[in-house]
């Protein structure tokens, strides 16, 4: 990853830029895909701190909203 921006008011993503310097931490939402390197994007499972499997969310979610 070289740069990350903020998404703007209109959409876009021309917002403020995101610091992603050595001392920054952030929080980014994906799935479990792509944050084990699907696509081509960056291998981030190593340094997940909390993670919700999709598609558990999703098993969970029909559970507790079927009839």
Same mark, same amino acid.
């Given at each position: 990853m070289?740069?990350?921006v903020r998404q703007a008011a209109d959409g876009s993503c021309t917002g403020a830029?995101? *610091?992603l310097t050595v001392g920054s931490t952030y929080k980014i939402a994906e799935n479990d895909f792509m944050a084990s390197g699907g696509d081509g994007y960056p291998f981030f499972t190593p340094r997940v701190t909390t993670q919700d499997i999709m598609d558990q969310v999703l098993a *969970?979610?029909?559970t507790a909203n079927s009839p």
């Open positions: 070289t740069g990350a830029p995101i *610091d *969970d979610y029909i």
